[in-house]
């Protein structure tokens, strides 16, 4: 018997090497953190600096870390081929800040200079330096775009700081955020909508009459549709989720979709999506094609 396990040992051993696997190669780019380090004012410096380098074309004043990662809708692109090295005329930017994730995101609009933009751009921090550049940009033909709106009911809202008595835990920000994206699977759901409520969508806007009682619930498309690959950002102070993502796969549509939390509920919903679909007009409303 222990002749027999020897021999079964030294057959395994000699084995192994047949169905070793190669390493894989290292990654070109700076590795994310799971516990990456950082404060909140190098967050707001580097958003600050990156809205600078938007206006300028120039990203070179961001503290970029020598294996810096950079992504245009969620696909690999070289730093010169980027958008954020196109001198634009940005018409406003806001930005929110988590300092425990190390993750900050910064949301322009341009509705000037020929091409309009609205643009979701995420900063990967650690250790003072910046390790990911991730934006998502839309523009003129994506889903219910609209600059001229985007900017009017963006100007119109509140997305500045919170009382304390107000905040939301980070917990509940991101179940109430999953409820509303795991509806597109599972209409049944519980979402914590708030009332006053407006998604503005591209440039599409729910609430164009200002109505003190306004609502988000304006229906979840028919049909099952998976939000995938879900990577939260908190920023605490403002009560802001914002949620990088994709539709129906890991290859899917990528999608941005920002809340606003106000005592648990949801009062302001932003969404970017840079996939071809039907537009907006000035007002907001969405352009339907004639019958």
């Known amino acids: 018997m222990i002749r027999k ?69 969620m696909a690999d692109i070289e730093r010169a081929a980027g958008l954020w090295s196109t001198a634009l005329p940005v018409a406003n930017a806001m930005s929110f800040h988590d300092d425990k994730r190390c993750k900050t995101f ?56 919170l009382m304390k008595y107000q905040h939301t835990t980070p917990a509940e920000m991101i179940r109430g955020a999953n409820a509303y994206l795991d509806a597109f699977s599972d209409k049944f759901t519980d979402i914590p909508w708030g009332q006053p409520c407006a998604r503005l969508e591209g440039g599409a806007y729910t609430n164009r009459e200002g109505k003190p009682d306004a609502s988000c619930e304006v229906g979840i498309p028919a049909g099952l549709l998976y939000i995938v690959n879900r990577d939260y950002l908190i920023d605490e102070e403002k009560g802001v989720i914002n949620v990088f993502c994709r539709f129906g796969s ?3 549509a990528p999608d941005s979709h920002t809340f606003r939390f106000i005592d648990g509920k949801i009062r302001l919903a932003h969404t970017l999506n840079p996939i071809p679909g039907p537009q907006a007009d000035d007002n907001g409303a969405i352009v339907r094609p004639p019958a």
């Open 106 to 161: 910064t949301e322009i609009i341009v509705n000037e200079g020929g091409t309009p933009y609205v643009i979701g751009t995420r900063l990967y921090l650690h250790e003072g330096k910046v390790i990911r550049v991730d934006s998502i940009v839309t523009t003129t033909g994506n889903w219910l775009f609209n600059a001229n709106a985007y900017l009017k009911y963006t100007k119109q809202e509140d997305w500045g700081p």
């Open 5 to 73: 396990l020897l021999c079964a040992a030294l057959l395994l051993g000699a084995a192994t090497p047949a169905f070793a696997q190669p390493a894989p190669a290292p990654s070109p780019w700076a590795p994310l953190q799971d516990r990456p380090t950082c404060t909140r004012d190098e967050l707001k410096a580097a958003t600050a600096a990156y809205v600078e380098a938007q206006r300028k074309g120039d990203i070179s004043g961001l503290p970029l870390h020598e294996k810096v990662h950079f992504l245009q809708n």
């Open 250 to 252: 890991a290859t899917g």
